[in-house]
């Protein structure tokens, strides 16, 4: 059961992620209401003997979350604390689902820069693990942080910024729950604006040869590949002067509803069940959106709903070694037994200097492949793990791979700076777990 909140009590109610591939028991949850009770709860905790972790609404494929110990509902920290339309910033409490952020934000004719594809998570799930949209210029989420406030395994409370503990504020923006809990985030903001989307079908020849332009053309372009095609959707979105024209209710309906959601749900059920049906299905599928444009606010465009359950592997590779990469991946596929019937999905961002992130230091390109939940993904992900950490690949933090402290020690220069930022900040290993343990070492 839930606790009262600020309080802590027996908990026999076992957690699972959204795509129901991690779970675990707690001994105890909790849901505090105010950064003080938070405070409590982590110095009860560590009197206690109980490691700590806060929890989002699950949407990271990986353990990161996962605790026997302490679990912390995020669920009474949420809404706006204060818009400084001077400064352009919004400040958040941590718990604040992206979905009710960006409707708030377009109430006050405010919107973020860039953003994912989905909306559902947290907003301190999503920075700590890295969320990430697509964009030539613009980049991730965390990106977006001008400061944040975190309370570490003592109790005490940060505030961190490039001028207030800085190389806390460096590694803090994407910290895999390591550091501590965040419990507000200030995010630089704008005036809200319009973009106009532009989606067309694409072979998968042209949109790669053609690639470097198709990105330097457009302030956000993302496509999709359906394995056992050669066929592409591409998405391009580029700022407006509007008016806003969102698609029609019918064609939304047909397309993001029944095509996107209702009736790739059936054809995955289908090629789960019959994996010899999933090559026809696909060269189907790939044929089934048709090209189409429409202009709405950011939210509106850059996020879709995805009702369709699945597990997700993401590398971001350097920019200038996608192609190859996702050529890679198509050659093994075909020469492969494999059956696969999601798309994959490509996606850019900018370098960024956030120690971890999945940019730091590099421009970087994302390429995603996924499998229907309850569909057996080892092979297919093992295989693919493989040409992209030839490439150089980051994993996504919060989603399915192999990689562990030794890899991580060679990807990423600064590493050795966040571990020992660990160190200080996390001694006795408060907001440890098994996954910590395997990306980071001890």
């Known amino acids: 059961m839930s606790t009262a909140a600020g309080s802590s009590g027996k908990s026999t109610a076992a957690w699972r992620n959204w795509a129901g591939n991690v779970s675990a028991r707690p001994a105890r949850e909790v849901t505090p209401a105010s ?15 109980l490691r700590v972790k806060p929890v989002g609404t699950g949407h990271s494929f990986t353990a990161a979350a996962a605790t026997d110990g302490l679990l ?17 910033t919004v400040t958040v409490e941590a718990g604040t689902p992206l979905k009710r952020l960006n409707a708030a934000l377009a109430r006050e004719g405010l919107s973020l820069t860039n953003m994912g594809d989905i909306m559902e998570q947290t907003v301190s799930g999503a920075i700590s693990t890295g969320t990430h ?61 319009f973009l106009t989307a532009r989606e067309e079908p694409m072979t998968f ?128 596929v075909e020469r492969s037994h494999l059956r696969i019937s999601f798309p994959v999905e490509v996606r850019t961002a900018p370098a960024d200097d956030i120690t971890l992130s999945t940019a730091s230091g590099r421009d970087s390109a994302y390429i995603a492949v996924h499998m229907y939940r309850g569909t057996p993904y080892q092979a297919y992900f093992t295989a693919a793990e493989r040409i992209f950490t030839a490439h150089e690949g980051r994993p996504h933090w919060g989603k399915i791979h192999t990689r562990g402290a030794d890899y991580f020690a060679q990807a990423y220069p600064r590493f050795a700076e966040f571990t020992a930022l660990r160190d200080r900040l996390d001694p006795d290993r408060l907001f440890g777990n098994d996954y910590l343990r395997r990306v980071l070492g001890y």
């Open 72 to 88: 912390i509902r995020p669920e009474l920290l949420t809404g706006i604390r204060r818009i400084d339309r001077e400064a352009g």
């Open 205 to 332: 020849d042209k949109v790669t040869s053609e690639f470097d332009a198709l990105h330097a053309e457009n302030e956000h372009f993302e496509f999709y590949w359906f394995p056992h095609t050669g066929n592409c959707t591409t998405k391009r979105n580029n700022r407006s002067v509007g008016p806003a024209a969102p698609p029609g209710k019918v064609s939304a309906f047909v397309e993001d509803e029944i095509l996107s959601n209702g009736l790739f749900q059936a054809v995955n059920t289908i090629g789960r069940a019959v994996p010899a049906t999933i090559p026809g299905i696909a060269k189907i599928s790939s044929k089934a959106l048709s090209a189409r444009t429409y202009t709405d606010i950011p939210y509106k465009v850059f996020t879709s709903p995805r009702r369709v359950r699945f597990v997700e592997m993401e590398y971001a590779v350097p920019r200038a070694a996608l192609v190859e990469t996702l050529r890679e991946l198509k050659t093994m």
């Open 35 to 49: 950064v003080d009770e938070l405070s409590a709860a982590l110095r009860q905790a560590k009197d206690d003997g």
């Open 133 to 193: 949209g697509t964009g030539r210029d613009s980049a991730s989420i965390s990106a977006q942080i001008t400061a944040l406030e975190l309370v570490t395994a003592d109790g005490t409370v940060l505030t961190c910024s490039e001028k207030e503990n800085p190389e806390v504020f460096a590694a803090a923006r994407i910290g895999i729950g390591a550091l501590g809990v965040i419990s507000a985030i200030t995010f630089a903001v704008e005036p809200v604006f």
